[in-house]
Nanobody
Framework: VQLQASGGGLVQTGGSLRLSCAVSGFTLDYYAIAWFRQAPGKEREGVACIRRYSGSSTYYSDSVKGRFTISRDNAKNTVFLQMNSLKPEDTAVYYC?????????????????WGQGTLVTVSS
């Protein structure tokens, strides 16, 4: 089971980025996939999660609702995180994580498979 996150970079306030999480070793539709982020000196926090089968989504933080969208392409075995109207406080390393389950729990420990992280920096 492997996950590989990509798409991070430097963007100005108000800009957009799309992160990708390419998965291999398992069928994407059988896993819940989440995005977490970790800013310097802070704990890792959940951003969004997309459930297996139904593809329904959960946004863990009110701060990203309406700005971020999680989606998946089963044919490409990839989950995306579209981030719009970015703010400096969105600056963090973003990780994708997977779990063999139907729910989207909030805690990082509930996800057993992790990608390596991609850095997003939003300049003011």
């Amino acid at each position: 089971v492997q996950l590989q996150a990509s798409g991070g970079g430097l963007v100005q306030t108000g800009g957009s980025l799309r992160l990708s999480c390419a998965v291999s070793g398992f069928t994407l539709d059988y896993y819940a996939i989440a995005w977490f982020r970790q800013a310097p000196g802070k704990e890792r926090e959940g951003v969004a999660c997309i459930r297996r089968y139904s593809g329904s989504s959960t946004y863990y933080s009110d701060s990203v609702k309406g700005r971020f969208t999680i989606s998946r392409d089963n044919a490409k075995n990839t989950v995306f995180l579209q981030m719009n109207s970015l703010k400096p406080e969105d600056t963090a390393v973003y990780y994708c994580a997977g779990r063999d389950g139907s729910s989207c729990p909030k805690g990082p420990r509930d996800f057993g498979s992790w990608g390596q992280g991609t850095l997003v920096t939003v300049s003011s």
